[in-house]
């Protein structure tokens, strides 16, 4: 599996957000974060947006033909978590990964999304693999050289592989992606819909660099858990024996109003590499705001940043990372 930061094809994403999961109020809100989104990638890089058919004509209105719209049954947006993981070989060229997407434990409808990763990779015309595990693409962050990071609160969680130590996780994995060595992060159970996805607590900007997240909010459940991952991360080595850099991006302590409630997902890691720009958000807290913008300029000098306002997004508990799924360019 190629690290996010190197060449894609595409970035896949999922205009799949409804009235019974979002409600009434918010869902042109999100839907029009979504196009933000697809909008920003699209400047850098082709995006296909799976639609709903019956939102086709409102998707239209909002991307226009900037983004390629594919219409496809849909019960949510996290195309990071639905769709497949694809991987590169020497010898077959691409191929995607099929992780069984339940539903994040069955705690949400799933009966359609569970059919977009095969969907995906019939349109990008690749072999599909099923995998002998269950999880979604945002439990899994990689180097590409051989190195992942992965919570256990996710993986090795009773909702998607009951019994499964990390021993067996590792002999499914290390050959399915291509990896050496796998850094274990505890993540936390129950919180949030995901059970603690990787993708919002730390993320390869390259080879030995890891940007990790910081709750600075003593009243957070997510305070022990990034200063505990933290330690982690400063002590741990990757598959090539180095140790890894680590920048802190603080989460900010105050957000916007409008979608603040406790599932409001507020923090800078789930940003979003494409070709030749790091899509992120920003939450209105100018201090915090600043300075993750400060801290992803200096990581990806050679990269646009293109900070967005995804509040109604982040309200639904993810982010710009969980919306989207890059293809890797041979």
């Known amino acids: ?3 996010e930061e190197q060449a894609h094809l595409r970035t896949w994403m999922a205009f799949g957000a409804s009235q019974e ?15 933000s989104i697809a909008l920003a990638i699209a400047r850098f890089e082709p995006v296909s947006m799976l639609v709903r058919p019956d939102d ?21 947006i996290w195309l990071r978590d639905t769709g497949p ?3 590169m070989s020497d010898n077959t060229g691409k191929a995607a990964i099929n992780f069984n997407f339940n539903g994040w434990g069955r705690k949400q409808a799933y009966a359609r999304d569970a059919k977009v990763a095969p969907f995906v990779a019939r349109q990008a015309d690749v072999p599909l693999q099923k995998a002998a595990i269950v999880l979604e693409g945002g439990a899994i962050e990689v ?17 998607r592989n009951p019994g499964m130590t990390k021993a067996q996780c590792e002999h499914i994995l290390k050959p399915l992606l291509g990896l050496e060595k796998i850094i ?12 603690g996805h990787t993708d919002f607590y730390a993320r390869f900007a390259r080879p030995g660099l890891v940007l990790a997240a910081y709750d600075s909010d003593a009243q957070s459940f997510d305070h022990a858990v990034t200063l505990r991952h933290l330690e982690i991360l400063r002590t741990a080595t990757d598959a090539s024996g180095r140790k890894l850099e680590i920048v802190v991006l603080t989460a900010p302590a105050n957000i916007r109003p ?11 890691v789930n940003f979003y590499l494409c070709n030749g720009a790091v899509i992120a958000p920003e939450f209105g807290d100018a201090k915090a705001d600043a300075a993750a913008k400060r801290a992803l300029q200096d990581v990806f000098p050679e990269r646009e940043l293109v900070m967005l306002n995804i509040d109604a997004i982040a309200g639904g508990g993810g982010g710009i990372h969980c919306t989207t799924q890059q293809e890797p360019k041979i």
Request: hydrophobic share 45%.
């Open 1 to 3: 599996m190629p690290g």
């Open 258 to 268: 409008k979608f603040a409630h406790h599932d409001f997902a507020a923090g800078y």
């Open 56 to 76: 086709m004509a409102i998707a239209k209105q909002l991307m226009g033909d900037s983004v390629t719209l594919l219409a496809c049954p849909l019960d949510d």
């Open 143 to 159: 180097d590409g050289q051989g190195t992942a990071i992965i919570t256990e609160s996710c993986v090795l969680n009773a909702n």
């Open 85 to 87: 993981v694809f991987v």
């Open 184 to 195: 274990w992060l505890p993540g936390i159970k129950g919180k949030d819909i995901t059970d």
């Open 21 to 35: 999961i979002w409600g009434r109020k918010h869902l042109a809100q999100v839907q029009s974060a979504l196009a």
